[in-house]
């Protein structure tokens, strides 16, 4: 179990974490979900030892990670959200590097790579130039780098940004592979659908702050409503201020929260009583989007 107690961090006025606190529990995918800046990589650089905390600890097992680094660090995989991979060199070529870097040779090594290469469906290619891949194929790649020395724990900061659904899927399929077999996964995104199809835990994370953790269908039920209303409105131009307390108007669409279908016709009673025409309307059940807006008071942003 990893245990992070109430981490704090700043880098000069700014406040990166402002005492973060949450548990993870051995096989599980639990998710760091918040727009960028938010804190996440923050949270996974202290994790993975690379910056220290002003105040607070991580335990593993029971202990402090930083108080003996080098065992941490052979439990623990990591793979940054920038690649780190060598585009002159074949793929089996840079997983065998990192390989070397973790004290794995010969035999047990080359079997490893070429497992870990199958595995993300790189075995083919696996003798061919980096920088012949495709995007999704280098962010396959940058993945099992950080898996080859068979970590217990992995942290992955938004491994599928950038590539195409069926490589997420890909990764999505690895992952829960990975959990089967007891490891345990911390994984960063900002994007809704990742957390509600992979989470198994969700920590809403915002200004350094967690907001909120829980399973997805225990998060909507407990901070979301029913009911979401999106009106699209015509001849809106100035007059924002005037609906303000509706709900959110954005491209001149109204998002407003209801908690039962009566409720429809008396807000668009109460437009057209200022004057401002309803074009067309949308209805969505509660989500994950919803609870998100209710504890922060924004969109979730790239």
């Known amino acids: 179990m990893l245990e992070v107690k109430n981490l704090k961090k700043s880098y000069g006025d ?3 974490l402002n005492g973060i606190s949450f548990l993870v529990e051995e096989g599980q995918v639990f998710g760091l979900l918040g727009p960028n800046g938010a804190g996440k990589t923050t949270t996974f650089n202290l994790i993975a030892t690379l910056l220290k905390p002003d105040t607070g600890n991580i335990l593993w097992e029971g202990k402090s990670i930083f108080e003996n680094k080098t065992a941490w660090r052979k439990s623990m995989g990591f793979v940054p959200q ?3 991979v060598y585009k002159e060199l074949t793929a089996f070529e ?5 390989a070397s870097l973790y004290g794995l040779k010969g ?3 080359k079997e490893r790579c070429i497992y870990l290469l199958e595995k993300i469906g790189l075995k083919e290619r696996m003798n061919d130039k980096v920088n012949s891949f495709s995007g999704g194929m280098v962010r396959r790649l940058n993945l099992v780098m950080g898996l080859v020395h068979n970590p217990d724990i992995i942290l992955l900061d938004e491994p599928t940004a950038g590539i195409d659904v069926q490589t997420k899927h890909k990764i999505y399929e690895f992952i829960r592979e990975l959990t089967s077999k007891r490891k ?6 900002h994007l809704l659908k990742e957390a509600e199809e992979l989470f198994d835990t969700v920590a809403i994370i915002d200004e350094g702050e967690i907001k909120a953790i829980g399973k997805v269908e225990d998060l909507v039920s407990k901070h979301a409503p029913s009911i979401i209303l999106e009106l699209t409105l015509s001849d809106f131009d100035g007059k924002e201020i005037s609906i303000s307390d509706l709900g ?15 409720k429809i016709a008396p807000v668009i009673e109460e437009l057209i009583s200022r004057g401002i025409e309803v074009k067309s309307i949308k209805i969505k059940g509660a989500s994950l989007e919803t609870v998100f807006l209710n504890l922060t008071g924004k969109e979730l942003r790239d």
Do not use: F, G, P
Not at 184 to 189: D, G, M, W
């Open 184 to 189: 345990t996964v911390l994984y960063t995104t």
């Open 94 to 98: 840079n997983i065998m590097l990192m």
């Open 82 to 84: 920038h690649l780190a």
């Open 14 to 16: 700014i406040k990166a």
């Open 248 to 262: 959110q108007v954005k491209d001149n669409v109204l998002k407003t929260e209801i908690d039962s279908r009566e």
């Open 107 to 109: 035999k047990e090594a």
